[in-house]
């Protein structure tokens, strides 16, 4: 949180704080650290935190543990489920009130659709998909940097001439900040000016889905790539999965082969992973791969190509072919796990 002494024409540095079904997504938490350390480069900003929902006035609390001085919270029935156009005129009314200097959204699916309707609505620049925020120290505004042509350049965007200056990031490209629990704010409750006969969608029944794979917070991945050579060798992978109690990923060929659903790709257009075990089987480690993952804290790869790039990032590795390695691991895992 700023040192600095907060006056009317602080610059606010504001945070949208995801919810569904009055659960906090825990990238609001990683976006109040960042914000919290572009103030240290603002003078005299503030950090602050925007909430919609229902009945969600439980989540404020732990906006200020995370670092939110303010919390601006619009509660109403209409706010249950997530609509583009109640969260769009919410949001964009509370910009148009504050004013806010920055503002940081999750790139989630639901942070996605609203950050570019709120951008649209209040006439600025987004950058989305940001891997690296900080403040530009000449111009003192915001530096969003993101990859671009494929990866393999990172372009630094800056929103000269509008406000709010708006950026999303993906879950996992920053890092969790410690909650403080001492910590306290104050909450400015928010009208919405809307019916629900105004609403041009309606949510007639929720009928579930499948429960999706949050690879995104797994702490133990076990991904493969094209050398897994096809569809049966995840099953192998599966097991070595459940054997260390973690999840299958997967590099973008085995999606694009229809091995593998697209929630399982890791790397620039699939997830952001930080596990603190990434077994990394049959991936030779290609660019926008490695963006996806690299800030694993133990990365084991197994490769029959002793010169394949994902050797020079893993913690450690075994050159050779997977379907003899996986098998011994899930042997040694199991026999660890029955005390042999
Ligand atoms: C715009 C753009 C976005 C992209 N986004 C992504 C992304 O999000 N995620 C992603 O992963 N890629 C992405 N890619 C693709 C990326 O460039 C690579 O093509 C891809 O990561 C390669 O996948 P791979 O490592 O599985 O396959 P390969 O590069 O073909 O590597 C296969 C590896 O398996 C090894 N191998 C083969 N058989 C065995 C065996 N039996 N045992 C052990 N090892 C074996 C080989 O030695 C080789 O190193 C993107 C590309 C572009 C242009």
């Known amino acids: 949180m700023s040192e600095h ?5 602080s610059p606010r540095i504001w945070v949208f704080i995801e919810q569904e079904e009055g659960k ?29 929902g229902h009945d969600v006035a439980g989540i404020v609390p732990l906006a200020y543990r995370y670092g939110a001085r303010r919390v601006y919270l619009i509660d109403a029935p209409l706010l249950e489920v997530y609509r ?6 919410g949001v964009s009314n509370l910009v148009t009130k504050y004013q806010p200097e920055i503002f940081l959204v999750g790139a989630t699916t639901l942070g996605r659709d609203l950050a570019g309707t709120i951008a649209t609505r209040v006439r600025t620049g987004l950058t ?20 671009t042509f494929g990866g393999n350049l990172m372009a630094t965007i ?30 400015l409750r928010e009208p919405l000016d809307l ?33 897994v050579g096809g569809p049966k060798g995840f099953t192998l992978l599966g097991e070595l999965a459940d054997a260390l109690g973690g999840v299958v990923g997967a590099s973008r060929p085995v999606i694009d082969a229809g091995w593998l659903g697209h929630d399982h790709q890791v790397g620039q257009t699939g997830k952001t992973v930080r596990p603190k075990l990434y077994i990394a089987a049959g ?24 010169h394949a790039p ?19 691991l899930i042997r040694q895992v199991k026999g660890a796990s029955n005390g042999q």
């Not at 919290?36 to 909430?51: D, F, Y």
């Not at 480690?285 to 190509?305: E, R, S, W």
């Open 283 to 306: 991936i030779s480690g290609a660019v926008q791969h490695v963006v996806g993952m690299n800030g694993t804290d133990f990365i084991l790869a197994i490769n029959t190509d002793p």
């Open 310 to 328: 994902i050797f020079q990032i893993a913690n450690a590795g075994i050159v050779g072919d997977l379907y003899d390695v996986i098998p011994e």
């Open 128 to 147: 989305a998909d940001c891997t690296e925020l900080a403040i530009d120290p000449k111009q003192k505004i915001l530096a969003a940097t993101r990859p």
């Open 84 to 89: 583009n156009l109640p969260y769009g005129v």
């Open 158 to 187: 800056l929103c000269r001439k509008h406000r709010p200056q708006m950026a999303t990031v993906r879950p996992r490209v920053l890092p969790m900040p410690e909650p403080l629990p001492e910590a306290d704010g104050e909450l």
């Open 5 to 9: 002494v907060e006056t009317p024409s």
């Open 24 to 52: 906090p997504h825990p990238v609001s938490w990683e976006l109040l650290g960042a914000a919290q350390r572009l103030a240290t480069e603002l003078p005299g900003s503030v950090v602050e935190g925007v909430l919609l």
């Open 195 to 227: 019916n629900e006969s105004d609403m041009p969608v309606r949510r007639l029944r929720l009928i579930p889905g499948k429960e999706k794979l949050n690879i995104e917070y797994a702490d133990i991945i076990v991904a493969g790539g094209r050398g």
